[in-house]
T-cell receptor, first 112, second 117 residues
């Protein structure tokens, strides 16, 4: 969706390196969800952010929502091959449809 | 607890043939979603059910697509007739539908990969 832009589109990192994925919206975000998808599988929920400035962490993954609520970042510390996959952000844009708009995803490959 | 179940996982058909996908949501989840995911893209909502009522079907191509959730539990998505451009992954998701959030956390099934020849 052009309403929600993810960058980079793809990323190859060496195991142990840190990385950041960004999700930028053209509108204020009422809720921002991060999912991970492996090829041929469904989406696995990672984290949900709602408040400006909010930050959440789970294991080595940290997600933040900026104060203006128009951009979120997902940061992985000391990446491992198990982190490989497609990371998708999904957003509630606050319109009357009450649905998630997804970005195109960031494909992450972690080299051992 | 079992997750969202979808079948079949893969389907190959010739164009103009009908096809149906089945989804069983997580037990107790009132809201059910069908999404379409094209290669290299994020999922796009086709239809959303609250119990047995389709509350958002604005993105469903109604000339060839139909869906039902008769008893408010499992659901079927049908395409008739299928076209080449329908080749994609069809994802089903469910959510409790009872939280204070505008949009609930959604749990996704593994999807059905459709190939139309």
């Amino acid at each position: 969706s052009q309403e929600l832009e993810q960058s980079p589109q793809s990323l190859i990192v060496q195991e142990g390196k840190n990385l950041t994925i960004n999700c930028t919206s053209s509108k204020t975000l009422y809720g921002l969800y991060w999912y991970k998808q492996k090829y041929g599988e469904g989406l696995i929920f990672l984290m949900m952010l709602q408040k400006g400035g909010e930050e959440k962490s789970h294991e080595k993954i940290t997600a933040k929502l900026d104060e203006k609520k128009q951009q979120s970042s997902l940061h992985i510390t000391a990446s491992q091959p198990s982190h490989a996959g497609i990371y998708l952000c999904g957003a509630d844009m606050g319109d009357s449809s009450y649905k998630l708009i997804f970005g195109s995803g960031t494909r992450l490959l972690v080299r051992p | 607890e079992a997750g969202v179940v979808q079948s079949p996982r893969y389907k190959i058909i010739e164009k103009k043939q009908p096809v149906a996908f089945w989804c069983n949501p997580i037990s107790g989840h009132n809201t059910l979603y069908w999404y379409l995911q094209n290669l290299g893209q994020g999922p796009e909502l086709l239809i959303r059910y609250e119990n047995e009522e389709a509350v958002d079907d604005s993105q469903l191509p109604k000339d060839r697509f139909s869906a039902e959730r008769l008893k408010g539990v499992d659901s079927t998505l049908k395409i008739q007739p299928a076209e080449l451009g329908d080749s994609a992954v069809y994802l089903c998701a469910s959510s409790q539908g009872t939280s204070f959030l505008r949009v609930d956390e959604q749990f996704f099934g593994p999807g059905t990969r459709l190939t139309v020849l």
